[in-house]
């Protein structure tokens, strides 16, 4: 399960990117936009910062900015940061490994198997999907929402254009699909 941290930390990094072109944002004010605790958001937008992805200016005039495009910041790194291992068990972790204690051959655990699929499968998703690929789906889902809850298709259309990372299409391709 995604930790509240983590999420915290991308609802931040998307804010920040889509106010790319503004002035830097107080960390009041991320905190009142997202509706994350000032004091909690204090500590993971400094994790953040040292780990570069964000950039602070102290005085008039400062706050938070990104430290790179959002293009550049990808989800397994913020995972990574802020939530550890991706891997659900330790013996299918790469960066975390360690023997189950209670597995009597690893070579041969099913459960060890579909874990390292499952693994593969979310680093898949998480080395492709940027800050800005979620800032994209989150507008094509705001432009076109209305348009799929009328036909009663949002489900069934969204993933078409999904495919494991967020693709941006215009409703010309979702008329394509027979969405509407």
């Known amino acids: 399960m995604l930790s509240k941290k983590t999420k915290y930390a991308i609802k931040a990094l998307v804010?920040?990117?889509?106010?790319?072109?503004?002035?830097?944002?107080?960390?009041?004010?991320?905190?009142?936009?997202?509706?994350?605790?000032?004091?909690?958001?204090?500590?993971?937008?400094?994790?953040?910062?040292?780990?570069?992805?964000?950039?602070?200016?102290k005085g008039s005039g400062g706050g938070y900015?990104?430290?790179?495009?959002?293009?550049?910041?990808?989800?397994?790194?913020?995972?990574r940061l802020t939530n550890g291992p991706i891997a659900m068990v330790s013996c299918a972790s790469l960066n975390y490994y360690h023997q189950c204690d209670e597995c009597l051959d690893e070579a041969t655990c099913g459960i060890r198997q579909v874990f390292i699929n499952i693994r593969d499968s979310s680093l898949k998703i998480l080395t492709e999907t940027s800050i800005a690929d979620l800032i994209r789906n989150e507008k094509f889902l705001k432009d076109t929402l209305p348009y799929l809850t009328a036909v009663g298709g949002l489900t069934f259309c969204v993933g078409y254009l999904t495919d494991g990372k967020f693709i941006y299409k215009s409703l010309a391709a979702l008329k394509q699909f027979g969405c509407f």
């Open 65 to 79: 900015v990104l430290g790179k495009r959002p293009e550049d910041i990808l989800l397994v790194h913020v995972l």
């Open 15 to 57: 804010l920040l990117g889509k106010n790319q072109a503004e002035v830097p944002m107080h960390i009041a004010e991320i905190a009142e936009l997202e509706n994350i605790p000032r004091k909690y958001l204090e500590g993971i937008l400094g994790e953040l910062r040292k780990a570069g992805f964000l950039y602070s200016r």
